[in-house]
């Protein structure tokens, strides 16, 4: 059973910073951020492979940084200069074996 425990999330003023958190029950080569706004469709924010490469969406460049741990199975989002255009449900999400895992989604509200 693969699991993806997030942590980290709430609530801050914009050109704040949050980091979040993404523990796996296991190894996954691919993991990354894809988050949710109302109405929206859920979309990738970084992704990152075991091997350390790393891919962002142009949205976010220059602000967020993904980053891993693999001794520890754990994922991190180092977000800055956040925006109100960053208020979503983040998900941690994992791709392991052609299958996709899914964290449970946490709140990041950015006010202005």
């Known amino acids: 059973q693969v699991q993806l425990v997030e942590s980290g999330g709430g609530l801050v003023q914009a050109g704040g910073s949050l980091r979040l958190s993404c523990a796996a029950s296991v190894s996954i080569f691919t993991m990354g951020w894809y988050r949710q706004a109302p109405g929206n469709q859920r979309e990738l924010v970084a992704q990152?492979?075991?091997?350390?490469?790393?891919d962002y969406s142009d949205s976010v460049k220059g602000r967020f940084t993904i980053s891993r741990d693999n001794a520890k199975n754990t994922v991190y989002l180092q977000m800055n200069s956040l925006k109100p255009e960053d208020t979503a449900v983040y998900y941690c999400?994992?791709?392991?074996?052609?299958?996709?895992?899914w964290g449970q989604g946490t709140q990041v509200t950015v006010s202005s």
């Open positions: 999400w994992g791709r392991r074996r052609g299958n996709d895992y």
């Open positions: 990152i492979y075991n091997n350390g490469v790393t």
